[in-house]
């Protein structure tokens, strides 16, 4: 694992599982595309920090009908240390950009298709909300809330504690659900902290 001082440039994408986000990670000895879960959580703009890599590597990625191959930075868990965050995009990528690149949950769904035991494990009843409720426009049940973050995530959000984390270890599908439901109750990402914080706590 490396240890690298630089600028973390995120940019918001919308997809057809929802605004996703990927990263391009300026270094000293170079850039790097981060596409880690954690990234979800950021808003768009430029996070100057220190970073945690846990490997570089090429990957080939299939988009579109031909293939393009990505130099990639994973991030270890807990590997974004941001000293300095400034989220009005006007120096990055753009907010909300057409999809100019696949989602990782496709990816990972592709890679999950062509290993049968990971397919098993990606497709596994985990806890992904109910979905009806949401596309109605109504508030979802405390039934919902409490398979959406589990009991020890859904009691700090019933008592909207002034500070919740999420965990990067559940599916994208479900960690992006998790992001948007805190986000309807008023609570914003703080990248310096890697916390959800109520709007009143972090005003």
Same mark, same amino acid.
């Not at 973390?8 to 300026?26: A, D, K, M, S, Y």
């Not at 400034?86 to 999950?112: F, K, M, S, Y």
């Given at each position: 694992?490396e240890?690298?001082t630089?600028?973390?440039?995120?940019?918001?994408?919308?997809?057809?599982?929802?605004?996703?986000?990927?990263?391009?990670?300026?270094?000293?000895i170079?850039?790097?595309?981060?596409?880690?879960k954690?990234?979800?959580?950021?808003?768009?703009?430029?996070?100057?920090?220190?970073?945690?890599?846990e490997?570089?590597?090429?990957k080939?990625?299939?988009?579109?009908?031909?293939?393009?191959?990505?130099?990639?930075?994973?991030?270890?868990?807990?590997?974004?240390?941001?000293?300095?965050?400034?989220q009005?995009?006007?120096?990055g990528?753009?907010t909300?950009?057409?999809?100019?690149?696949p989602?990782?949950?496709?990816?990972?769904?592709?890679? $999950?298709?062509?290993?049968?035991?990971?397919?098993?494990?990606?497709?596994?009843?985990? $806890?992904?909300?109910?979905?009806?409720?949401? $596309?109605?426009?109504?508030?979802?049940?405390?039934?919902?809330?409490?398979?959406?973050?589990?009991?020890?995530?859904?009691?700090?959000?019933?008592?909207?504690?002034?500070?919740?984390?999420l965990?990067?270890?559940?599916?994208?599908?479900?960690?992006?659900?998790?992001?948007?439901?805190?986000?309807?109750?008023?609570?914003?990402?703080?990248?310096?902290?890697?916390?959800?914080?109520?709007?009143?706590?972090?005003?």
């Amino acid at each position: 694992m490396e240890k690298f001082t630089g600028t973390l440039i995120v940019e918001q994408i919308r997809g057809r599982h929802g605004p996703f986000c990927v990263g391009l990670l300026q270094t000293s000895i170079g850039q790097f595309k981060v596409k880690d879960k954690e990234l979800d959580q950021f808003e768009p703009g430029n996070y100057r920090g220190q970073f945690l890599v846990e490997e570089i590597f090429t990957k080939a990625v299939p988009w579109r009908g031909g293939t393009f191959t990505e130099l990639l930075a994973r991030i270890a868990e807990g590997g974004f240390l941001i000293d300095e965050e400034q989220q009005t995009g006007e120096d990055g990528l753009p907010t909300q950009a057409v999809q100019t690149e696949p989602d990782p949950v496709d990816e990972e769904a592709q890679q $999950a298709v062509a290993t049968p035991a990971r397919k098993a494990a990606h497709t596994a009843p985990a $806890a992904r909300p109910p979905r009806s409720q949401a $596309a109605q426009g109504s508030e979802p049940t405390e039934e919902e809330d409490l398979k959406l973050f589990g009991i020890e995530l859904n009691e700090l959000f019933v008592q909207r504690a002034a500070r919740i984390s999420l965990d990067p270890t559940v599916d994208r599908v479900q960690f992006r659900s998790q992001r948007e439901r805190l986000k309807s109750v008023g609570y914003q990402f703080e990248a310096t902290s890697q916390q959800w914080v109520m709007a009143a706590a972090a005003n």
